[in-house]
């Protein structure tokens, strides 16, 4: 019996490296948003300016995995996205928090 499934064409998927690429771009984004607060800002500000970066991130990681055109994985590539952004943001405020408070 002949198998009824079709075939995958070849280089129909994502590579590895362009996952990681559009993830990590997020995370690179996120760090230099928030060096450039906590350059530029002022300390009272710091909390609008890091939910505003994250706002941002989250815009960014769309248009990042819209752009890699491969549904598959959409959601996973998202949330790694988004989710390390939120912790690299997390980190830095906790660490302008106590540099703010000191």
Do not use: H
Request: aromatic share 6%.
């Amino acid at each position: 019996m002949s198998d009824t499934t079709p075939a995958s064409p070849v280089g129909t998927g994502l590579s590895r490296g362009w996952r990681y690429l559009s993830v990590g771009a997020i995370w690179a984004l996120a760090l230099v948003l928030a060096v450039v607060i906590a350059t530029v800002s002022a300390p009272e500000q710091y909390a609008s300016w890091l939910s505003l970066a994250l706002a941002a991130c989250v815009v960014g990681g769309l248009c990042a995995q819209l752009a890699t055109q491969q549904k598959e994985g959409f959601v996973n590539r998202l949330a790694a996205s988004v989710s390390g952004a939120f912790v690299v943001l997390g980190v830095a405020g906790a660490v302008l928090g106590i540099v703010a408070a000191a």
